[in-house]
């Protein structure tokens, strides 16, 4: 009867163990490149540029001191129309030993909602 040979079964073994971990690698890093990949698209879907315009418009108008509620709801008629976005813009005036503005700003397209208080 012909003896078994068993010595080279550890070759074996540490093949297993090896291409286990190179599976568990590739699979990291596939998992990193998706996360990356979102967390970009989420970075260039945010409309920075339409809030800040909004803010910039906003600013300019308390600034020049001529706001009323007809103008807020002129701003607010024009994104519906043109970005297709929800502003809500409600201004309050705190006298008390000092006097400023108090804007709140309230940004939504469906996809991002963005709430900002700003005082001026």
Known sequence: ME???????WIVLMGFMVAAAFFFLALVI????????TT???????????IRDVKSE???IVAADNADEE??????????????AVVDISESV????????EVKIHFNNGVTEYDETAHY
Do not use: C, H, M
């Open 40 to 50: 970009a698209e989420g970075v260039l879907e945010f409309p920075k540029e339409e």
């Open 58 to 60: 906003v600013a300019a």
């Open 3 to 9: 003896k078994l040979n068993d010595e080279a079964q």
């Open 71 to 84: 103008l807020w709801e002129d701003i607010e008629a024009l994104y519906i129309a043109r970005k297709n």
């Open 30 to 37: 596939n998992q990193s490149t998706l996360v990356g990949q």
């Open 94 to 101: 705190n006298i008390g030993d000092t006097t400023f503005t």
